[in-house]
């Protein structure tokens, strides 16, 4: 009998579905996993295992075939293992196969059966609603999912607690959404000092959605002014703070499903590579400029940044979304960073140096 299991693939700010198949055949005992998995899917063959010793089931001494399908697309992370723990469960008889068809499974198992928080809960759970299915996620992130709306959440803290539940005698409670941050407190242009002209300049750009370069001697306030710039802009609209929560549920920085309405602000250290600020790296992750998404992404000492990571901003900056190319794939993520603030020390402008004898900031939207 082969059971079948419902999970996703993160491409981007995408879920593209993945079915995960499980077959149990005669012949010597083995346990494969086919698909292009990548090193975290075929680890999860040693977490299944022992997931399975932890509530008492071992593997029947067969040949375990586990297939995901599509085979051509390139599988990354750890939220496979539920699925594929399900999926070997089905073929045994232990779980029932019809009501697991009902539902997306997303999830990382520890070898105490454990189902722990992994990255992109929030978009599996809006990709299983569009499918008219609900969803199966660690505890630790019911909240997150639950924002998708109407979707069965079944967010269970571990694997037999999860069974107990598929088969009535332990029914898990539905999570309610996380709670909409209000304000966090952060820095506030009343804190700044005179500085009239500059406050205006980051008044009009905030109003307009400008890019601000600011140059002035060290010392003037120019990082405490850019910090204070997502205290005076509006707050995000719901769409917008679903947008910037998707992108915060795929870094894996959503903390307890809470959304906040503040505008993100990113400040990346001059020293920080293409990848980390426009994304990918092995596992692709957004970079700087989609997680600053809707917000500031503050470059602080900006002629100290390499230039072809300056470079690759431009871009993205304009078109408002960073599109990562990769051998099998390529994934967009958003990155419409409306105030990009430049922030130089005029010092290594030269040609500006008047500016450094009348000792202000010089404020530019532009
Ligand atoms: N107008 C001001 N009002 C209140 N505090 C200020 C003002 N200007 C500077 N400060 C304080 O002075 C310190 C230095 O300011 P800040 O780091 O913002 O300067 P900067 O212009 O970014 O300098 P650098 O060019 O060296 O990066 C901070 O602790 C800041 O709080
Ligand atoms: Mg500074």
Redesign the pocket.
């Known amino acids: 009998m082969i059971a079948t299991v419902a999970t996703v693939a993160y491409l981007g700010l995408e879920a593209r579905a993945v079915e995960v198949q499980c077959q149990l055949v005669a012949g010597l005992p083995n346990f494969i996993i086919v698909g292009l998995a990548d090193k975290a899917v075929t680890e999860s063959r040693e977490r299944v295992r022992n997931a399975l010793a932890a509530i008492g089931l071992a593997l029947p001494p067969k040949r375990i075939t586990v297939n995901m399908s599509p085979a051509d697309l390139p599988k990354e992370g750890s939220h496979y293992d539920l699925p594929i723990a399900l999926a070997v469960l089905g073929a045994m008889g232990v779980a029932d196969a019809e009501a697991l068809a009902h539902y997306v499974v997303v999830g990382e198992l520890g070898l105490d059966g454990r189902v722990a928080a992994s990255p992109g809960v929030l978009l599996a759970a809006l990709h299983a609603g569009g499918r008219d299915m609900g969803l199966i996620c660690p505890a630790a992130q019911g909240a997150e999912a639950a924002w998708a709306g109407n979707v069965e959440v079944v967010a269970s803290p571990t694997l037999s607690g999860l069974l107990n539940h598929l088969k009535g005698s332990g029914v898990l409670p539905p999570p309610q959404p996380g709670g909409v941050e209000e304000s966090v407190s952060g820095p506030d242009l009343r804190?700044?000092?005179?500085?009239e002209s500059a406050k205006r300049a980051l008044e009009i750009a905030a109003a307009g959605a400008h890019n601000l370069l600011?140059i002035?001697?060290?010392?003037?306030?120019?990082?405490?002014?850019?910090s204070c710039l997502p205290g005076i802009l509006p707050e995000l609209t719901p769409a917008e703070a679903l947008e910037v929560s998707m992108v915060a549920s795929v870094a894996g920085t959503l903390e307890g499903g809470r959304m906040t309405r503040r505008r993100p602000f990113r400040a990346p250290h001059h020293s920080a590579s293409m990848a980390a600020l426009t994304g990918g790296g092995l596992r692709v992750r957004p970079g700087e400029i989609s997680l600053a998404h809707r917000g500031v992404l503050f470059l602080?000492?900006l002629p100290e940044f390499q230039r072809a990571v300056l470079d690759s901003l431009r871009q993205p900056l304009e078109t408002g979304e960073v599109t990562v190319a990769r051998a099998n794939a390529h994934l967009t993520f958003p990155a419409r960073v409306q105030p990009a603030m430049h922030?130089c020390?005029f010092l290594t402008i030269r040609s500006l140096e008047e500016a450094y004898a009348a000792n202000r900031?010089h404020l530019y939207p532009c």
């Open positions: 804190q700044v000092k005179g500085q600011m002035g001697p060290p010392g003037a306030g120019k990082s405490l002014m850019a602080d000492e922030v020390d900031n």
